[in-house]
């Protein structure tokens, strides 16, 4: 449990800085009830990836395999360079379309989710297909 004493701290220190910025929105904007929803969305599938992970790599500690192999690393990498394209492209398109946007707070969070969420798909898709 040593090996994971920060991880779990760092990962319980992060869901409350993320839940108590979700109850401070509440409280200064009552009436947007679908940025809440989003940023909740957001806080529960980033706490349930974390879970997931650390449970993930406790299995292959105690197994004896490594944490991460070279295919992994290889997957996270090719997928980051990736990723950085077309998020490139993705920020284009949001400034070409910036009129759409009523603030420039969502044009800021739409970017960084979509980038992430770019990275893992493709992450995702060099991890079960191999081809790099």
């Known amino acids: 449990m040593k090996k994971y004493k920060n991880e779990i701290v760092i990962g319980s220190l992060l869901m409350l800085f993320f839940a108590g910025s979700v109850f401070w929105l509440a ?3 009552p009436g947007s009830y679908l940025i809440i929803s989003i940023a909740a969305i957001t ?3 980033g706490i349930a ?3 997931w992970q650390l449970l993930q790599k ?3 500690l105690e197994s004896g ?3 991460e192999d070279e295919f992994t690393e290889k997957a996270k990498l090719y997928a980051g360079s990736q990723a950085f394209l077309y998020s ?3 920020w284009l398109l949001i400034f070409v379309f910036n009129a759409s946007f009523s603030k420039n ?3 800021l969070g739409f970017g960084i989710l979509g980038s992430a969420l770019i990275y893992g798909m493709l992450l995702w898709y060099y991890k079960n297909t191999s081809e790099f």
């Open 27 to 29: 409280r200064l904007e």
């Open 43 to 45: 806080i529960f599938l």
């Open 49 to 51: 990836s974390f879970t």
């Open 58 to 60: 406790k299995r292959d």
């Open 65 to 67: 395999a490594p944490t």
């Open 88 to 90: 490139l492209y993705l």
């Open 105 to 107: 707070q969502e044009m």
